[in-house]
């Protein structure tokens, strides 16, 4: 992909399929940490995606029956799509001619490249359950300091303990479920892809479950009149802004249960409950559920291995 532009409308078409932003951004990481998309790539689909999800904000508004639901939280959605919008109209040509933040990126990863294979990430916490799957030779998906090494066609991508030849079992150190499997790598990988799939939509079932239950359950409730509370607080004009901080904060911590663009429905959303007449303090919350949707692509950089973050 080549063209700078083509990249982030492919950033757009993904976003209002997968319908978060997050989402492709630690799709992305993911991937540039598998050399499958380059780091000026995923950067032009990550400012894309900014422009994606204002077309799901826009999705979102149209469930909305209620004329007091709609005055309250378009003004709200407004402002997500415009600053979404300067972001896309300001920084992609400016990133175009100039690339400040893929230089900024690179420059800090220069940084850390005697210390990202020090790091300790997230797999030493996740690389236990995925060796009890599968295991795989790294020299087949990861750069060598010989690119023109040659792999035997014959050979396993995925470690067995069978013979090449004669299919028989061996002794070897592996322990995943597949090392005495006589199926190709292609079968085992659309098997675990299979099993992973259905998990995935499983788990998105059992959070839309515990979602609703949150929303209108009594925990629910007395979110809301704590968030009231707060929200309704009276305090001396100059020192207002400590109220918006603290609404910003709010907006923070419930970003992993509800996201940015949730604030259009309030059959699915605590905020709907907010007092009418403190709408304002919707923004700073806002705000503060944007910035942490930056934690996703955190925890997503931190998931990979750590020999990669720098590659």
Same mark, same amino acid.
């Given at each position: 992909?080549?063209?700078?532009?083509?990249?982030?409308?492919?950033?757009? /078409?993904?976003?209002?399929? =997968?319908?978060?932003?997050?989402?492709?951004?630690?799709? !992305?990481?993911?991937?540039?940490?598998?050399?499958?998309?380059? /780091?000026?790539?995923?950067?032009?689909?990550?400012?894309?995606?900014?422009?994606?999800?204002?077309?799901?904000?826009?999705?979102?508004?149209?469930?909305?029956?209620?004329?007091?639901?709609?005055?309250?939280?378009?003004?709200?959605?407004?402002?997500?799509?415009?600053?979404?919008?300067?972001?896309?109209?300001?920084?992609?040509?400016?990133?175009?001619?100039?690339?400040?933040?893929?230089?900024?990126?690179?420059?800090?990863?220069?940084?850390?490249?005697?210390?990202?294979?020090?790091?300790?990430?997230?797999?030493?916490?996740?690389?236990?359950?995925?060796?009890?799957?599968?295991?795989?030779?790294?020299?087949?998906?990861?750069?060598?300091?010989?690119?023109?090494?040659?792999?035997?066609?014959?050979?396993?991508?995925?470690?067995?303990?069978?013979?090449?030849?004669?299919?028989?079992?061996?002794?070897?150190?592996?322990?995943?479920?597949?090392?005495?499997?006589?199926?190709?790598?292609?079968?085992?990988?659309?098997?675990?892809?299979?099993?992973?799939?259905?998990?995935?939509?499983?788990?998105?079932?059992?959070?839309?479950?515990? /979602?609703?239950?949150?929303?209108?359950?009594?925990?629910?409730?007395?979110?809301?009149?704590?968030?009231?509370?707060?929200?309704?607080?009276?305090?001396?004009?100059? =020192?207002?802004?400590?109220?918006?901080?603290?609404?910003?904060?709010?907006?923070?911590?419930?970003?992993?249960?509800?996201?940015?663009?949730? =604030?259009?429905?309030?059959?699915?959303?605590?905020?709907?409950?907010?007092?009418?007449?403190?709408?304002?303090?919707?923004?700073?919350?806002?705000?503060?559920?944007? !910035?942490?949707?930056?934690?996703?692509?955190?925890?997503?950089?931190?998931?990979?291995?750590?020999?990669?973050?720098?590659?």
């Amino acid at each position: 992909m080549r063209n700078d532009l083509a990249a982030s409308v492919v950033g757009i /078409l993904i976003t209002i399929i =997968l319908q978060s932003n997050n989402a492709v951004v630690c799709i !992305l990481i993911s991937m540039v940490a598998g050399h499958l998309v380059t /780091l000026h790539q995923a950067n032009f689909i990550t400012l894309g995606s900014q422009i994606g999800i204002t077309f799901v904000n826009a999705y979102y508004s149209l469930e909305l029956r209620k004329r007091d639901y709609f005055e309250i939280y378009y003004a709200v959605g407004i402002m997500n799509d415009v600053t979404n919008f300067l972001c896309y109209i300001v920084i992609l040509p400016v990133e175009i001619y100039a690339s400040p933040i893929e230089s900024t990126a690179k420059f800090i990863l220069e940084r850390w490249r005697n210390t990202c294979p020090k790091l300790t990430t997230l797999t030493a916490i996740t690389q236990p359950f995925i060796d009890i799957w599968i295991q795989i030779d790294d020299t087949f998906i990861l750069p060598t300091a010989d690119s023109y090494i040659y792999h035997e066609p014959t050979k396993f991508v995925i470690h067995r303990c069978i013979h090449l030849e004669t299919a028989e079992p061996i002794f070897c150190p592996y322990s995943h479920i597949f090392r005495y499997s006589k199926m190709s790598d292609k079968s085992i990988v659309v098997i675990i892809g299979s099993i992973t799939l259905f998990a995935l939509i499983l788990s998105q079932i059992i959070m839309g479950i515990l /979602l609703h239950s949150l929303c209108d359950g009594i925990f629910s409730e007395k979110l809301m009149i704590f968030i009231n509370k707060i929200a309704c607080f009276k305090i001396i004009w100059f =020192l207002d802004w400590i109220i918006d901080f603290f609404m910003m904060f709010i907006g923070f911590i419930l970003y992993p249960i509800i996201e940015p663009h949730t =604030l259009f429905s309030p059959k699915h959303n605590p905020y709907a409950k907010l007092n009418p007449t403190r709408a304002h303090r919707l923004y700073p919350m806002l705000l503060g559920a944007n !910035l942490g949707q930056s934690l996703g692509g955190v925890a997503a950089a931190f998931a990979v291995p750590a020999g990669v973050l720098y590659k």
